[in-house]
């Protein structure tokens, strides 16, 4: 059985930074492209950024691109996202996400 299970979300001031850990079981992660969606309130799913099996291509949103770092570690099956100069915006439930499977989500608010 496939298990997302998110963490690292949290409160945060504009400009802060925050890391966020999926850790996955259930499948054989090292073969799988994983990536990071949000979810703002009253918002559609939205693509963050997502990343190949070795950790070397990636893809973000243009709102996030130079602000935000996908990362994975396959012996710990582990995907992360570093955020970096957070906004108001960036204020979201983010999800670990491999295909259509997805996590509990963690929340993400950035505010003054």
């Known amino acids: 059985q496939v298990q997302l299970v998110e963490s690292g979300g949290g409160s945060v001031q504009p400009g802060g930074s925050l890391r966020l850990s999926c850790v996955a079981s259930?499948?054989?992660?090292?073969?799988?492209?994983m990536a990071w969606f949000r979810q703002a309130p009253g918002k559609e799913l939205e693509f963050v950024a997502n990343?190949?099996?070795?950790?070397?291509?990636?893809y973000y949103h243009p709102s996030v691109k130079g602000r935000f770092t996908i990362s994975r570690d396959n012996a710990a099956n582990t995907l992360y996202l570093q955020m970096n100069a957070l906004k108001a915006e960036d204020t979201a439930v983010y999800y670990c996400?491999?295909?259509?499977?997805r996590g509990q989500g963690t929340q993400v608010t950035v505010s003054s």
């Open positions: 996400r491999k295909d259509t499977i």
């Open positions: 259930g499948f054989i992660f090292a073969n799988n492209v």
């Open positions: 990343l190949d099996v070795h950790g070397r291509i990636t």
